[in-house]
């Protein structure tokens, strides 16, 4: 990725908007309703570019199906029952990324694209500006490995509607922050590190060994954290919140700053 990928992609995108035969209303024989993800945002389709060969063309295809979160096997599997040929087919895998930036966060409910939202290449570049106006972290930057992208159709939607979520763990293990809250770019530099530790740890598939306070569970009462099933979640986030500083993670136990304090050793170690 050369030094200044957010242009690059910026100017990608432009130039990708006018490319006609990028353009089909149907693109999916599957059906994609919006969900609710773990952190409050909402979503309705992810998309991989899949190929049956290493010259063969490559296929878009979601892994997000029914408002189920597929794996990669599982699409490709549900791909394949509907026909390859019914999904968009690209020449390169640039092709495919570029058709995927373009569109995503512009897919209906019913596998179509709605050309009458604005394009990830239009969110990027006002977002772009209002990052560089306000000194936040732009995107294309990383922090721990993990790079800060800008806000999908949905997500930015989401994200204006609730200025008081600074961000976000995106599926795609990207970081995404809110161009509407009201944060310092101190603190909104911490938040990107906050989302950071908590990709390293999905990825890692970190399964913390300590019990949350009752005043911990209090505080996420109401949250998605504090549903059922949520607590590896909610476990990740206090460990964030302590090696990040946040005051609300101020009643840790010792063991989960044990935890917390492992987590960076680790995490430092891979740099």
Known sequence: MSERPSIGLLRALRYGEKRPYLKKK??????HPMVNNEDGSSSNVVIMGHSESPDGPVYAIPTMVNGKQLSPEEAIKTAKLHGLENYPKHRSGAEHNL????????????GEIDYALPSLGSIMRQQ?????????????????????RGAYQGEDEYFKKNPNVAGMAAEDGRIVLNPYSKNSPQEQVLVAKNEAIRLWMRDQKLQPKFNLTDAQKKQFEGTAYGKPGNELHAKHTIIARILTGDPSAKDATPMQKKWAKSVMKRINKQK
């Open 128 to 148: 772009a500006a209002a990052i560089k106006k306000m000194g936040r972290p732009a995107p294309s930057q990383k922090y721990f490995g993990y790079e800060v």
């Open 26 to 31: 149907k693109v999916f024989p599957t059906k």
């Open 99 to 110: 058709w995927a930036a373009i569109n995503h966060g512009r897919i209906t409910s019913k």
